[in-house]
Every structure is written in C-alpha cells, then in structure tokens.
C-alpha cells in the first residue's frame, strides 16, 4: 500500500524558517512529479510547488524567491524549505506524488496524497 508520510511542520516566528519532508513508500515503481499543496479552513487547496523527476520546478507567486522544493529520488522523498515565512503561510500542507506503483503483479498509476501536516507562523 502506498503511503506518503509528511513531517517537519510546526509554529515558528515571522521571518523564521521550516522545512518540511514527504516520504513515498509501499511498492513504488517511479515517480514524476511530487508537489507541496496547502489548504486554510473554508479554501481550495492550492499548489505551491512542485518539481519533476528531473529537477524543474514550479512554485507560486506568492512563495517564489522564499521557498525551495528538492526531491531525493533514491529516497522517494520530497523537501520544502521555507525561509522568510510569514502569518499568511498559516496553513496546513500536504504532499502529493504522481507514481506508478505494483499492486500485486499489476502495476498501476495514482496521484497519492499525505496526511497533512501544520504549519503556523505567528506575527
């Protein structure tokens, strides 16, 4: 089965920083882009980087320049650092991994998600 487990969130100061980390694991067979997404009570969830097995990136407006994704394909993990934080990045975030995956002999896609993991930056 697989899973994606998350940590690294927590409560830090405006201008501080976290890094988040997203681990796949349960019968992966590859996995092309992996992404951080965030969701605040009562919104969408929106995109906030994502990076492709080969390494290019995207990120959102409002992160670029103080985040950083990285992925370690050996460890099927995917990283995000974040400096510069501010009150606004109050939210939870999750991963997510596009992966092909063996279920028994039958090998399958999927877009897998995390659990969720919280992240407050108090002002």
């Known amino acids: 089965q697989v899973q994606l487990v998350e940590s690294g969130g927590g409560l830090v100061q405006a201008g501080g920083s976290l890094r988040l980390s997203c681990a796949a694991s349960g019968g992966i067979s590859s996995i092309s882009v992996m992404g951080w997404y965030r969701q605040a009570p009562g919104k969408q969830r929106e995109s906030v980087a994502d990076?492709?097995?080969?390494?290019?990136?995207n990120y959102a407006d409002s992160v670029k320049g103080r985040f950083t994704i990285s992925r370690d394909n050996a460890k099927n993990t995917v990283y995000l650092k974040m400096n510069s934080m501010k009150p606004e990045d109050t939210e939870v975030y999750y991963c997510?991994?596009?992966?092909?995956?063996?279920?028994?002999?039958?090998?399958?896609?999927?877009?897998?998600w995390g659990q969720g993991t919280q992240v407050t930056v108090s002002s």
């Open positions: 997510n991994a596009d992966l092909r995956y063996w279920h028994g002999i039958s090998l399958r896609s999927g877009s897998n």
């Open positions: 990076i492709s097995s080969g390494g290019s990136t």
